[in-house]
């Protein structure tokens, strides 16, 4: 794995942390290369004011920024709601993974094109159908 992709990842992750102190996440870079949001973590009195959307806008714009396909699997693990959850980042532009599991594809749930022309070709090759 590209060592600049690592760190980028964990640059944007420090920095949404640094920019909302009461959202916790892990990023990451996976085969492919795919942004994956590992876990995010907002406060349940914290929720429901917009910080979570303006955390995905901000994550989702710097993958398309850089023209990187995003991947994420939503769970209830930390007190959420999963088919709440997955409603909410499809209004990102997620949608479920059609190819998980096959050799070279992401391994979460859903996946996000990146809103970039220049990636149109690296879309294609992904599956992604939205």
């Keep these: 794995m ?8 964990d640059a944007l992750a420090e920095e949404i942390q640094t920019s909302y ?3 916790r996440l ?3 870079i996976d085969r492919g290369p795919y942004l994956v949001l590992f876990w995010i973590l907002l406060p349940k009195d914290k929720r429901g004011n917009g910080i979570g959307t303006r955390v995905m806008e901000h ?5 398309d ?3 990187v396909p995003m991947t994420l699997s939503p769970s209830g693990n930390f007190g959420g709601d999963p088919d709440r959850l997955e409603a909410f980042y499809r209004r990102f532009g997620f949608v ?3 190819r998980r599991g096959e050799i070279g594809s992401a391994r979460e749930s859903m996946i ?3 809103r970039n022309p220049a ?5 294609r090759a992904l599956g992604i159908r939205e």
């Excluded at 590209?2 to 990842?9: I, K, R």
């Excluded at 994550?59 to 993958?63: G, L, N, Q, S």
């Design 119 to 123: 990636a149109a070709d690296d879309v």
């Design 112 to 114: 996000r094109a990146p």
């Design 59 to 63: 994550i989702t714009a710097a993958a």
């Design 2 to 9: 590209d060592q600049s992709a690592t760190s980028w990842a």
């Design 21 to 23: 102190p009461s959202v």
């Design 26 to 28: 892990e990023l990451g």
């Design 65 to 67: 920024l850089r023209g």
């Design 96 to 98: 479920t993974n059609t």
